[in-house]
């Protein structure tokens, strides 16, 4: 079966620091895969998505960039972290259109 | 362009009445259409989802959605809630290449 990995389920980071969040995912061959972040009070929004290795498409403009070093593995960065970037961050995969995505269990981060 | 309207960013409710939560899109092509829950700190998980054939979809937990192609509207609802459906309730549409979501709804249910 399926799964999917993504750590550290809790973050605090200083104003300034860099961040790298983790995604994997398990039991699946050439997934799309997928960065959301859920700030306080709103909805969710698209960061990254990426069909294969090495291919990142960019959302929105923001202070945050993502790679996909491996077919199964995602990862989220900053060089400098800001205030605004505070969030709940989802990785979440599927395999079509019509499939729908399957979500990790997030990562709580707050930048202080 | 899709776009997700949910109305009504908070729902409170008895146990064991009827819920429905509102959800409209707006869609360019054939729309498939999602609605996920998530529990306080957790990821989201799919209830339903609606690509093609019955309108009447039914999903995990007693939970069900029509899809009304005039209305342009995926309502989820469920017949007799429990107090363990407290949760943030998502609606999505499907893009080309990602999902779209609504703001979401947030239901209370009180004992």
């Known amino acids: 079966s399926q799964t999917i990995h993504q750590w550290p389920a809790t973050l605090v980071q200083p104003v300034g620091s860099p961040l790298s969040l983790e995604c994997t995912v398990e039991?699946?061959?050439?997934?799309?895969l997928y960065w959301y972040r859920q700030a306080a009070g709103r909805g969710l929004q698209l960061l990254f998505y990426s069909v294969g290795i090495g291919q990142i498409s960019s959302e929105v403009p923001q202070n945050l960039s993502a790679s996909r070093p491996q077919d199964r593995q995602f990862i989220l960065s900053s060089k400098k972290l800001l205030l605004s970037d505070s969030g709940f961050y989802l990785c979440?995969?599927?395999?079509?259109?019509?499939?729908?995505?399957?979500f990790g269990s997030g990562t709580r981060l707050t930048v202080v | 362009a899709q776009s997700v309207t949910q109305l009504g960013s908070h729902v409170s409710v008895s146990e064991g009445a009827l819920v429905l939560l509102r959800c409209n899109y707006s869609s360019s092509v054939p729309p498939y259409l999602f609605w996920y829950v998530q529990y306080p700190n957790q990821g989201l998980q799919l209830l339903l989802k609606?690509?093609?054939?019955?309108?009447l979809v039914k999903g995990i937990n007693g939970f069900e959605a029509e899809f009304n192609k005039s209305q342009t509207s995926f309502h989820l609802r469920k017949p007799s809630v429990h107090i363990s459906d407290t949760a943030e309730y998502f609606c999505a549409v499907s893009q080309r290449r990602a999902l779209t979501f609504g703001s979401g709804t947030r239901l209370q249910v009180q004992p």
């Open positions: 039991g699946t061959s050439n997934p799309n």
């Open positions: 979440a995969w599927s395999v079509s259109r019509d499939y729908g995505y399957t």
């Open positions: 609606y690509t093609t054939g019955a309108t």
